[in-house]
């Protein structure tokens, strides 16, 4: 029982940091604009990969993208 939980525990500890860096890219995507919207579907659809996409987001595309201004 306590292997269980101790098991538990780590796969939450390394799991839910993704998670939330997941979102947060695939937020800040849809937040900027790439200058067409296939780029943008593009680095949404990266960003949106688990594990690995938001990292890559926050590598490549991150940078790319401008804030949108909403005024």
Do not use: H, N, S
Not at 64 to 69: L, P, Q, V, W
């Amino acid at each position: 029982m306590i292997m269980e939980l101790k098991t538990i525990g780590v796969v939450l500890v390394l799991t839910v940091p993704f998670f939330f860096l997941t979102i947060w890219a695939i937020v800040d995507c849809l937040q900027k604009d790439f200058g067409t919207i296939g780029k943008k579907a593009l680095w949404g659809l990266i960003a949106a990969i688990p594990f690995v996409g938001g990292i890559i987001y926050f590598i490549f595309g991150f940078r790319k993208g401008k804030k949108m201004d909403l005024e």
